[in-house]
């Protein structure tokens, strides 16, 4: 096999980067990983068993340091920027001091000393569009809706409502929609966004955005809060404990196999004509949040009730993204949420997470807390 160019995967110990990283050994690229190896997502700050051993170049650092990020840098060709702060966190000033000063850092390393960097892939999220865009069944007038108030979550009410109080339907999301993040990740991520277009132009740095839709698959660690519905069901599943599922169950969300993601972020490499482009990258398909705990429950054969109640505040009603741009490109997702539960649960078990978990969750759901 011919000698390919340096790739940089930033969080390429983690579960969207490792996956990238294998791919692209496979096709003869070197692969240099940086990540810090966040706790909880990785325990006792070791690298995975699944990065060792490998052809991959390892180094121990922070996205937030200049210096690391210009070592990480030397002789790269491309860069994935993966690593990031997630999920839903009060600590609001982290998001932004780990996702949008590490791309900052990134951009500011490459333009100063003009290394020959070809592309910047970045991670983003489905996150960013917030609750999206809605219309009113009789007017078909469009908005979009604030996130709901909290009196409205109170009284079990989760619909998001036209001005006059009906119910409105929503429209999946597209890539050049108003952006209206609920939360800090999301609001970190938009600014990821915009610098990474602007700074890339203006520098000629090609850029490309990836925004997923919610990832499954092996690797996702179970420590991390933000592995989501998949961690949280297969792991009250195997515990034998209530699966939980907030509101009402009905909300829906768009589910996409992380070996989709590996090739949407394979196919952004090299093909130009993703230069300067986002990228929805999802399922393709709409599942309400209860069925999907039900189809957890009897891949896992799991004996346990379906409990449901509770509800975050920034959380959407509805998240299902539009795919029809990416398609373009002839990448469509090939993998079945079934084929995501089966192979995580498979992992899940053969690492013995269910032990490690157990107490926890018995603990939590006493506590009625979920996360
Ligand atoms: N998993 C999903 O469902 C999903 C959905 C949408 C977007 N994304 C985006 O994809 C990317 C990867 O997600 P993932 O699920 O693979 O997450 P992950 O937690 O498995 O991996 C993230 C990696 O980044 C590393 N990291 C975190 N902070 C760091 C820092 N300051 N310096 C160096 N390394 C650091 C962690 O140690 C970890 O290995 C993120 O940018 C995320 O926002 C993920």
Known sequence: MAKKATVLITGGAGFIGSHTGDALLGKGYKVKILDSLEPPIHQNHRWPKYVQNKSYELIKGDIRNKKTIERSLRGVSYVYHIAAYQDQRPDFSKFFETNVLSSALLYE???????????????????????????????????????????????????????????????????????????SYGLSKQAMENLGLRLGKTYSIPTTILRYSIVQGPRQSPFNLYSGAIRI??????????????????????????????????????????????????????????????????????????????????????????ISKIKKLGWRPKFSTE?????????????????????????????????
């Open 109 to 183: 390393i490459i333009a100063a000393k003009k290394l020959p960097v070809k592309k910047i892939i970045l991670a983003s999220t489905q996150f960013i569009y917030g609750d999206g865009e809605y219309s009113c069944p009789h007017s078909q007038q469009t908005f979009f809706p604030e996130v709901r108030p909290l009196k409205q979550f109170q009284k079990k009410d989760w619909s998001i409502k036209c001005p006059h109080g009906s119910r409105a339907n929503f429209h999946p999301f597209k890539e050049n929609q108003k952006l209206m993040p609920t939360n």
């Open 233 to 322: 069901f297969v792991s009250q599943s195997l515990a034998g404990v209530p699966i939980t599922v907030y509101e009402d169950g009905e909300q829906t969300r768009d589910f996409v196999n992380i070996r989709d993601v590996v090739r949407a972020n394979l196919l952004a490499l090299n093909n130009k004509k993703t230069d300067f482009e986002i990228y929805n990258v999802g399922g393709g398909r709409a599942w309400k949040v209860l069925d999907f705990a039900n189809l957890v429950k009897k891949i896992t054969g799991a004996t346990s009730p379906i409990l449901i109640s509770g509800f975050r505040r920034t959380d959407t009603r509805e998240a299902i993204s539009d």
């Open 339 to 371: 084929d995501s539960i089966k192979s995580y649960v498979e992992w899940f078990q053969k690492e013995k997470f269910t032990k490690q978990l157990n107490l926890k969750y018995l603990k939590r759901l006493k506590l009625g807390i979920k996360n």
